[in-house]
């Protein structure tokens, strides 16, 4: 459905979560439950086993991961952010007595929170870290293509660098185990593909980038989806194990511990550990698009018991980002992109677009996401 057609729509918003018309292919039955809670219920819920049964699951998983790392440096890797998911995982690893070596991607954008945070769980859970630095220029470059493109997914360069140098480092250092913190706790509402395109659709970037770029991509780490679900997979041996579907996995209970065990520090909302995401979330996506994230975090959480619906609503009718946080932040991602104020207000006011307005690999990964579905391997609603 186009913009066109969206405006056209009457308002509604489904009276079991808080997601609404903002998502412009939402479905409602007749009792106004959304598709997301009734595929919650009905795909989800099933298959999600976050007790004794996913507490075997993942001890069995544990001990072929011990098994087969067996002699080497690590037996796992777990990719770091310094958010709430990735640092709850590495609490866990420690705890089953694993050996991950933790891997951070500084894409330039770092809050203090996230610094602060990795810092504590290295040093209090005693892991190796290693960092991989992506180079600035070709970073700014992207992104301002993404920016001039005036599409809503402009955090897709940061998050291909997060996913691409965790990916391509454990296929080429032969590490047959990524643990990450996908989770159906806080993430069974996925947001729609209009304000989250995927960020592994290597198509996509690189015709953005071929319009609006302006600097050769020489270092900045590239992977599509097709050689990280593919050939990483079945011809590296690379498997993805996502240890929060076993446990009870409490966000704001996993925050107090960590704060309590680690000196790990809060921040404002999922993904606000990076400055730029803040930006993006808080302020891009509600302000030129009418698109708040949180619509779908806070929805998540309701599904799982952890707001109300009362509660969720309150959140959402307060702005994600105070006035002179939002002056503060916006001067800083214009002087980092080397952009004036006026400059970035500029491209603020410029006409929207979509990820339909450049080439992409939508068609085939709509069939892979279908398939997938048709399977069972793929539970959330992705479209």
């Not at 970073?139 to 998050?159: C, G, R, S």
């Not at 109300?308 to 002056?327: N, P, Q």
């Not at 992109?337 to 006409?351: H, P, R």
Request: glycine fraction near 6%.
């Amino acid at each position: 459905m186009d913009q066109s057609m969206q405006a056209k729509r009457d308002y509604a918003i489904c009276s079991n979560c808080i997601m609404d018309t903002s998502d412009s292919n939402i479905s409602f039955d007749d009792k106004g439950w959304c598709d997301y809670c009734n595929n919650y219920h009905a795909n989800i819920v099933p298959n999600w086993h976050p007790d004794a049964r996913g507490q075997r699951e993942l001890e069995a998983i544990v001990a072929r991961i011990k098994r087969d790392g067996a002699g080497k440096a690590h037996d796992c890797i777990i990719g770091l952010s310094g958010g709430v998911d990735s640092s709850y995982v590495a609490y866990l690893a420690k705890q089953y007595g694993l050996r991950p070596l933790l891997f951070h991607v500084d894409a330039g954008w770092n809050s203090q929170q996230a610094v602060n945070n990795i810092e504590k769980m290295v040093d209090g859970l005693g892991f190796d870290l290693h960092t991989e630095v992506v180079n600035w220029q070709e970073m700014q470059d992207l992104q301002l293509a993404f920016f001039k493109a005036q599409v809503p997914h402009i955090d897709t360069p940061q998050d291909h660098a997060f996913f691409a140098s965790l990916y391509n480092f454990a296929a080429k250092n032969g590490v047959q185990y990524i643990l990450t913190g996908a989770n159906y706790s806080t993430e069974c509402v996925r947001e729609p593909l209009e304000w989250h395109y995927h960020a592994s659709d290597l198509t996509q970037l690189k015709d953005i980038h071929r319009r609006f770029g302006k600097r050769k991509l020489k270092t900045f780490p590239l992977c599509d989806i097709f050689k990280y679900k593919l050939y990483y997979r079945f011809v590296k041996g690379v498997k993805v194990v996502k240890p929060l579907n076993c446990v009870p996995f409490i966000k704001e209970e996993a925050m107090q511990l960590l704060v309590d065990t680690y000196g790990w520090q809060k921040y404002a909302h999922k993904h606000y550990e990076s400055r730029f995401t803040r930006f993006y979330e808080g302020y891009w996506l509600p302000t030129k698009f009418g698109f708040d994230k949180r619509r779908a975090h806070f929805s998540s959480l309701v599904l799982t018991g952890q707001l109300t619906r009362a509660e969720a609503l309150d959140k959402i009718s307060v702005k994600a980002y105070d006035e002179a946080t939002v002056a503060q932040d916006f001067e800083y991602i214009a002087t980092k992109l080397g952009l004036s104020v006026d400059e970035l207000k500029a491209v603020m006011a410029g006409d929207n677009k979509s990820y339909r307005d450049y080439k992409s690999s939508m068609p085939l990964l709509d069939a892979i996401t279908k398939l997938l579905r048709l399977v069972g391997w793929q539970k959330a609603i992705i479209r």
